[in-house]
């Protein structure tokens, strides 16, 4: 924790979760922030595409006085890259098992470009009146997005899932904040989401300030190691 309190106070930390989770997959690193003096916003994501996630969270970002660190999981940061482009509060990026997009780029492409990551054999697709839906398939979630997981907390997880639209999955990423906004990574060695190997294209080619590799943890490393994730985050507002 920074030595200064009236700097930590003075930073809000903004977690956006990612597909097929919400915003209690946070709370250990919540605890964790808040015991430390930040103040902590989790708003919902609502997975319905890159464009209009990004909005939502880019109007919330505009309501916040002082320095922002705002922080992505998985799809989050794909929104992340886009809600805080021109936004001059956000000092810091934070991406947790999360996609790291440039101009142009999916999270279907993304995931494509190196092996490891989930297959369509995981997903369940759901009809919309326009367009489609897709969930974990929850025979699947346990071992493909939370291996790390009390089996218990998995299922439950499963079972409460929010879909994402298969739109935002296609939907091409606007002109990335990254480029202009100092970034961290964080990911587990064992995730079978977002191939490793991704996450750390994404570090490199953002020029990551720091690039923490939690091994064994899974897609969820916020859920399954909260103050070793906290604790990045953490460097990163003290950076600013």
Avoid at 31 to 59: I, Q
Avoid at 102 to 123: C, M, R, T, V, Y
Avoid at 180 to 209: K, M, N, Q
Wanted: glycine share 10%; aromatic share 8%; proline share 5%.
């Amino acid at each position: 924790m920074p030595a200064s309190i009236a700097a930590v106070a003075a930073v809000t930390i903004v977690l956006v979760h990612g597909a097929f989770a919400d915003g209690s997959g946070w709370r250990g690193v919540t605890k964790r922030l808040e015991t430390d003096g930040y103040s902590v916003v989790a708003p919902a994501n609502t997975l319905r595409s890159v464009g209009s996630d990004a909005d939502v969270v880019a109007g919330l970002l505009k309501t916040i006085k002082g320095p922002v660190v705002l922080v992505g999981h998985s799809y989050g940061g794909m929104v992340i890259t886009n809600a805080a482009r021109g936004i001059a509060n956000v000092k810091a990026l934070v991406y947790v098992d999360a996609f790291a997009p440039d101009k142009g780029e999916s999270a279907a492409a993304l995931g494509a470009k190196f092996p490891g990551g989930i297959g369509a054999d995981s997903l369940a697709p759901a009809p919309l009146t326009s367009g489609v839906d897709l969930y974990i398939r929850a025979d699947r979630f346990h071992a493909v997005f939370a291996a790390d997981v009390d089996p218990a907390e998995a299922k439950f997880m499963a079972e409460t899932q929010r879909a994402i639209t298969q739109a935002a999955f296609i939907e091409p990423s606007g002109e990335p904040a990254w480029k202009t906004i100092p970034s961290w990574f964080v990911y587990g060695s064992g995730d079978l989401c977002i191939a490793p190997a991704l996450h750390a294209f994404f570090a490199e080619r953002a020029h990551a300030r720091e690039v923490k590799v939690i091994t064994g943890a899974s897609h969820v490393a916020m859920i399954s190691h909260p103050d070793e994730v906290a604790e990045v985050i953490e460097r990163a507002a003290a950076a600013q």
